[in-house]
């Protein structure tokens, strides 16, 4: 069971188009496992258009002409819909050997995961990684948010630290534990500043991160990579 959710002000602005992409994937990807928050989001969406459709009556009865701007964003409306029909139809006809190569998982030290249906367009990059954590960067276009999808294998663990800005963490597949909770596929959790943990896995698991500034190792040998740190996040 998903323990760890958005905020209603993340589902909010997502549902409003104001999150940036990072953010953004990161919403999309819990609620394909979230119904819950699906659901909210879908009541979020139709009151939005609501709101919108009764600004727009509002607006069109102040002008005799407004009939006209009416008539207009009708055939605008349609044409975008036979335009999207149409492109519907070309993927449906493209060839198979075309369809198979748009593809949404990743390979990593031997394993196969199957990703939400919103990375299908942003793995286009290679893994790397030192020992039983790799990494492969998604490109966002935000000058400071990194965003990745973080693999540790099987037994292994991030050492301690904590964060100079804020870190999201989105499980895909998998488990890990820190000291405050064992994690699920779907769990969503945002840390700052005032969190310190170690994340452990014992069958290994896929996450998709967001950091906005370098971790900052607490303990043993790794605060050796502290000075380093803003060419490591």
């Known amino acids: ?3 760890y959710h958005p905020d209603q002000h993340l589902l909010s602005l997502h549902a409003k188009g104001e999150l940036p992409l990072s953010m953004s994937i990161a919403i999309s990807a819990h609620a394909e496992f979230c119904p819950h928050c699906q659901q909210q989001l879908d009541q979020m969406t139709i ?12 607006h069109s009865g102040n002008a005799d002409n407004d009939h006209g701007k009416l008539d207009d964003l009708l055939s605008q409306f349609l044409s975008s819909t036979l335009d999207t029909l149409d492109t519907e139809v ?77 870190e999201l963490t989105l499980l895909l597949a998998g488990e890990f534990s820190d000291c405050y909770n064992t994690y699920k596929p779907g769990d969503f959790m945002l840390l700052d500043q005032d ?39």
């Open 1 to 3: 069971m998903i323990n």
């Open 47 to 58: 009151a939005l258009s609501e709101q919108q459709f009764e600004q727009a009556n509002i």
């Open 90 to 166: 070309s993927v449906d006809n493209k060839p198979t050997a075309q369809i198979e190569s748009i593809d949404n998982s990743v390979t990593i030290k031997g394993q196969h995961y199957s990703l939400p249906r919103v990375f299908k367009k942003q793995i286009n990059a290679s893994w790397q990684g030192i020992g039983k954590v790799s990494r492969l960067r998604l490109d966002t276009g935000e000058p400071q948010a990194r965003a990745s999808l973080l693999h540790i294998a099987a037994n292994g663990e991030i050492p301690d630290h904590t964060h100079k800005g804020s």
């Open 195 to 233: 969190h310190e943990h170690s994340p452990k896995t014992t069958e290994g698991c896929l996450c998709y991160t967001i950091v906005d500034a370098p971790l900052y190792f607490t303990k043993g040998i790794s605060k050796l990579l502290n000075p380093i740190g803003e060419l490591l996040y």
